[in-house]
């Protein structure tokens, strides 16, 4: 009977792990050498409806002498549609920075004036089955630069078939590289190098990246400038620094009673590790109530232990993965109101050390 028992269990096993294994979500990007103008094709295999769909390519444009440049994602057909779709940009070193995209005859664009970096996002309607005629990036670059790093990244809600192909061409490189990095509710699927040319420039660190070559540290920043992961290279596993980002995704599965203050952030490549572990900070706001940081992991959201240091929310990490700042759905007083950021710091400190309590408890 027993012996029965245990087969029965086993069988139930390796069914779950089959399960698992055929419903897991598949991406393939082909080539990895191109010249300008040239077709990229990813293929997606396994990608169910209501999932958080990211394709973000990450470049580096040589200018040739130019003072102007363009960067184009063109005739992006898409098998399924995309619901509160976004696309967002990050170019560096320029003065001027624009994004376009142009969708079934619609044309949206926006533009920034500064220096250095400059960030963009645009929110799109809902994008259906089909093709957008391009995501074009423009710009001027900082005098002097040989180069210009480009991140352009489009999301959204995906509806459906669950299998299928996108492709698109690139124009505006004629010898330069392209990282694309495929994400789904938040985790990294694929990370291909797409070779333009005959690239000179290497392709550079994530965005946001500054390193310290005398103690070893680094710090990533999130495209909004909300979080900051921060960690020593010998501290890194499984990963190169200039590899590591910090990406912002959309928020899914969350519970009816919890806000999203920040992110939610996903820390990539998946095969990342830290020890010692590095640490993950949110700038905190004194209007945001009673703050906490949660870690997103098998579709649900758990509260970690966190603390208080300054004018940021912080934890450890260990490993990859996606994470949030939020607070908790509360009728407030004019009393409570009142009582503004002390409240939330002492909030938080409190949530930390009943986390760590609990754990200790187990």
């Known amino acids: 009977m027993r012996k029965r028992v245990h087969s029965f269990l086993l069988s139930i096993l390796l069914l779950s792990l089959l399960v698992a294994v055929v419903s897991a979500v598949s991406v393939s990007i082909t080539p ?32 040739h002498g130019s003072s102007e440049f363009t960067y184009q994602a063109n005739a992006v057909t898409i098998p399924f549609g995309l619901n ?17 995209a142009s969708e079934e005859g619609t044309i949206k664009s926006l533009g920034k004036v500064g220096s250095g970096s400059i960030t963009i996002s645009e929110t799109l309607s809902s994008i259906p089955p089909g093709t957008i005629n391009y995501i074009q990036a ?18 959204g809600t995906k509806q459906g078939p669950d299998s299928g192909t996108i492709t698109f061409g690139i124009e505006g490189i004629s010898d330069g590289s392209a990282r694309i990095i495929v994400l789904v509710d938040g985790a990294e699927v694929t990370n291909q190098l797409v ?13 946001g990246m500054k390193q310290d070559t005398d103690s070893g540290m680094f710090t990533i920043t999130s495209m909004d400038g909300k ?15 200039e590899n590591i980002r910090l990406i912002q995704a959309e928020a899914a599965n969350i519970q009816k009673d919890w806000i999203v203050l920040s992110g939610p952030y996903i820390v990539t490549p998946a095969s990342a590790a830290f020890s010692p572990p590095a640490e993950l900070a949110f700038l905190l706001d004194e209007s945001q109530g009673v703050p906490f940081i949660a870690s997103y992991t098998a579709g649900a959201w758990t509260i970690v232990p966190s603390r208080v240091a300054g004018s940021s929310l912080s934890i450890d990490v260990s490993q990859s993965g996606q994470y949030a700042m939020m607070t908790f759905v ?5 009393a409570a109101k009142s009582a503004g950021g002390w409240v939330a710091l002492i909030g938080a400190g409190l949530i930390g050390l009943l986390m760590v309590f609990l754990r200790r408890r187990v």
Do not use: C, W
Not at 227 to 241: E, N, V
């Open 32 to 63: 990895t050498q191109i010249e300008e103008g040239d077709t990229v094709t990813i293929r997606i295999s396994n990608l169910a409806d209501g999932r958080v769909f990211s394709l973000r390519m990450e470049s580096a444009i040589e200018l």
């Open 84 to 100: 509160t779709s976004r696309v967002s940009l990050v170019a560096s070193p320029v003065t001027r920075a624009g994004i376009e």
């Open 138 to 155: 423009t710009g001027i670059p900082e005098a002097g630069s040989n180069s210009v790093d480009i991140m352009l990244e489009l999301s």
């Open 195 to 207: 070779r333009i040319g005959s690239p000179v420039v290497a392709l550079p660190p994530a965005s």
């Open 227 to 241: 979080a900051f992961l921060s960690a020593t290279s010998s501290s890194l596993l499984h990963a190169d620094p």
């Open 330 to 334: 509360e009728e407030e007083t004019p």
